[in-house]
C-alpha cells in the first residue's frame, strides 16, 4: 500500500507538530502531570493556553485592538444563530453563495428579516455572483468566503458600505485578511485551525450592543469577550490543540508563507485539471478555491467515475469523492496537506488518463 494522501473536506489533517504536542499534553500538560483532558480550566496553566492562543490570532492575522478573538464550542452552525441574535435589528444581507450560506441565511430568517441580496443558485453556485448592489440600510452583508462544497471563493477582502460579516471557515489562515474591514470573521476550526470541536470568532467590540432584544447569556458575544472564552467550561482540548496548530503556522512563516504553498498546492491540481483529457473542473475559473478543489469525468467519460475512485483508493487517496450536490470529486487541501499530497494526486490522474485516455 502507498502512503495514504487524506483530501477530506473536514475535519482536516492536522500537522504532524500540532498532533506530536497534542500527544504529549494527554498524558502530561506542561509539566503538570495532569491530562491536558483533565486540567482544571481554571488553572494558572490553562489560563497562559488561552491567553496564548489569543495572542497568536492575533499576531497570525495581526488583528487591530478594535477587535478580540472569542473561542467557543457548538460549531459553526450555531454561530449562524448568534451572528443573527448579536446583530440583525431591522434588515441583514445575505451573499447567496451555497449551502453552507444558505443554512446561515436561514437562522437569520428566524430572528428577523433577512434575504439574499444575490445568489449563484442559478448555476448549481458555481461562480461568486457580482456587480451586485449593497443597500445601505442593512445592518449587514454576510457572506461565506469559501464554499467548500461547491469549490468557489472569495479571494479578497471586499468593499462594504456596510458591516460586514463572514464566514471563514473554510479558507481561514490561508491567507492575510485585512480584519479592519470586517464587523466579525467566524469559522469552526476543523478545516484549517484546529480540531471539531470549537470556533473562533473575531468580533470588532463596538459593532455590538446594537440589538433591542433580549440575548440568552450564553449566546451573547459580550459576555464572551467579558470573560475571555471562559463564561463556561470552555473546548479545552480543541482549543489545545488549535493553539499548537498556529504554532505550527507561525513557525513555517505565518500567512505569507502558507498563501504561497496553498496556491501552489491549488494550481498544481487545477493544471492537472486542465490539461487531463478525462478530467473537467465545475467552478468558474476566475473564482476556484484555493482550499476545495472541485472536479468531474470530462464530457463523455462520465462512466469512468467510479472506475477512478476506486484507482485512486488503490494509490492511498482518501476523501475525493465529491459532495453529493456537485458529485465527481472534491480535493480538499487545507493547509497541512503538503505539496508531496498534491503531487501524488495530480500524478494518479496522469496514470489514470495513460490507462484509460
Ligand atoms: C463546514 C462548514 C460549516 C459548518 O461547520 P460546523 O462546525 O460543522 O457547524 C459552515 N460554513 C462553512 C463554510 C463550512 O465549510
Request: with cysteine; hydrophobic share 35%.
Given at each position: 500500500m502507498d502512503k495514504i494522501h487524506v483530501f477530506n473536506a473536514g475535519p482536516c489533517i492536522l500537522p504532524q507538530q500540532a498532533i506530536d504536542n497534542s500527544i504529549k499534553a494527554l498524558s502530561n500538560f506542561k509539566e503538570t502531570g495532569i491530562s491536558i483532558l483533565s486540567?482544571?480550566?481554571?488553572s494558572k496553566e490553562w489560563e497562559e493556553v488561552m491567553d496564548e492562543v489569543r495572542a497568536n490570532w492575533k499576531e497570525i492575522l495581526n488583528i487591530p485592538d478594535t477587535h478580540e478573538v472569542v473561542l467557543l464550542g457548538g460549531g459553526a452552525s450555531l454561530q449562524f444563530l448568534y451572528v443573527a441574535m448579536n446583530f440583525l435589528e431591522k434588515k441583514a444581507g445575505y451573499l447567496d453563495t451555497g449551502n453552507w450560506a444558505h443554512k446561515a441565511l436561514k437562522e437569520a430568517k428566524g430572528i428577523g428579516n433577512a434575504y439574499a441580496?444575490?445568489?449563484?443558485?442559478?448555476?448549481?453556485?458555481n461562480y461568486i455572483p457580482k456587480g451586485f448592489d449593497i443597500p445601505e440600510d442593512l445592518d449587514y452583508l454576510h457572506i461565506t468566503t469559501n464554499n467548500t462544497i461547491y469549490g468557489?471563493?472569495?479571494k479578497k477582502d471586499i468593499d462594504c458600505p456596510v458591516p460586514l460579516i463572514a464566514d471563514?471557515?473554510?479558507?481561514?489562515?490561508?491567507r492575510k485578511v485585512d480584519?479592519?474591514?470586517?464587523?466579525m470573521i467566524y469559522g469552526g476550526a476543523?478545516?484549517?485551525?484546529?480540531?471539531?470541536?470549537v470556533i473562533f470568532a473575531i468580533i470588532?467590540?463596538?459593532?455590538?450592543?446594537?440589538?433591542s432584544r433580549y440575548i440568552p447569556t450564553m449566546l451573547d458575544y459580550r459576555v464572551h469577550i467579558d470573560k475571555g472564552?471562559?463564561?463556561?467550561?470552555?473546548?479545552v482540548f480543541s482549543i489545545f490543540v488549535m493553539n499548537e496548530t498556529l504554532k505550527w503556522l507561525k513557525s513555517i512563516g505565518g500567512l505569507d508563507a502558507m498563501h504561497k504553498i496553498d496556491e501552489e498546492k491549488a494550481t498544481i491540481l487545477y493544471n492537472e485539471i486542465d490539461r487531463n483529457t478525462l478530467f473537467s473542473g465545475t467552478a468558474a475559473k476566475e473564482d476556484r478555491s484555493i482550499m476545495n478543489i472541485c472536479f468531474v469525468m470530462a464530457p463523455g467519460k462520465e462512466n469512468l467515475e467510479s472506475e477512478f475512485l476506486e484507482f485512486a483508493k488503490g494509490k492511498g487517496?482518501?476523501?475525493?469523492k465529491g459532495h453529493r450536490s456537485v458529485g465527481g470529486f472534491r480535493a480538499?487541501?487545507?493547509?497541512?496537506?503538503?505539496i508531496e499530497d498534491v503531487k501524488a494526486l495530480a500524478d494518479c490522474m496522469k496514470e489514470f488518463e495513460t490507462i484509460k485516455g
Open positions: 486540567v482544571s480550566h481554571r441580496i444575490a445568489s449563484s443558485a442559478d448555476k448549481n453556485y468557489t471563493e472569495i471563514m471557515s473554510s479558507d481561514i489562515l490561508s480584519v479592519s474591514k470586517y464587523a476543523q478545516k484549517n485551525a484546529g480540531p471539531a470541536g470588532k467590540k463596538d459593532a455590538l450592543g446594537k440589538v472564552s471562559m463564561f463556561n467550561t470552555p473546548p487517496m482518501v476523501g475525493i480538499s487541501i487545507y493547509n497541512a496537506c503538503t
